[in-house]
């Protein structure tokens, strides 16, 4: 698909694809939207030439017309001050229950070996497994946000230009190791209860340190998984965004 893409590119001369692109940029999509729907653009375009034996122009005007539901400015939730296009809803919404889905299909099983660990494993064995696997959800994304920091920080340096998901900042970063560390501090010091909770015996903690506990643990899993799941998931689109933005803003 993406060699099809391409040959279809080189079909057009520099000023038409530059037509196409300030013309989608003027619908104010976030840019790696904008490039997946740029390319149905040229695809488009280009199949409509060749099959109706149309100008340029003429394929141009037409596709514009296909896509006018989807990038029409509507308002954002009742926002008079936020006008958005319909695609950008549809594909935010996609990309949010894409990441969430993605992000339990990993962090339920770390969930379920934490939870084996503990009914299985002695105390001391329980709290080094713990640790560990405390530590690395704490470095998946604080690693990777070290390793690709000019990458993840393009829109810094394009600022009128916006993503339509998040990646993951310094502050995250940072505020998972925090968080992790907390944690890590209660669950040492309560190891025994906590245990004694996974083979359901009688524990000596309030309701709301339990619940820290063991909600604090998925809580943690999930959001260390996500943040590294959309992290990737930008840095796969980071060349492309990059090579894209380059044309539009040299």
Known sequence: MKNITN??????????????RNYLLSKKLPIDI????????????????????????????????SWKEELKMVMNNNDYTRLITPLYKKMYRRNLIDNIKATLHYSLPVLVIFYLSGYFLPSIMF??????????MMLLPS????????????????????????????????GIIYFALMFIKSFSKNILSIQNLFHFKKVNLE?????????????LFFISIYFYIVQNKYLKY????????KKIEP
């Open 34 to 65: 904008l490039i997946e729907v740029n390319d149905h653009f040229v695809s488009q375009i280009n199949d409509l030439q060749r099959e109706e034996n149309l100008s340029f122009e003429e394929a141009f005007e037409k596709t514009k017309i």
């Open 207 to 219: 309701l709301e340190d339990v619940v820290y506990l063991i909600l604090g643990g998925f809580i």
């Open 7 to 20: 040959l279809f590119y080189k079909m057009f001369t520099e000023t038409q694809l530059s037509e196409i």
């Open 127 to 136: 709290k080094i497994f713990t640790i560990i696997l405390v530590c690395l």
């Open 143 to 174: 690693a990777n946000y070290f390793m690709n920091r000019e990458d993840l920080y393009i829109p810094e340096k394009y600022k009128k230009y916006k993503l339509s998901f998040n990646y993951t900042q310094g502050g995250q970063s940072f």
């Open 238 to 245: 980071s060349q492309k965004i990059k090579v894209f933005l």
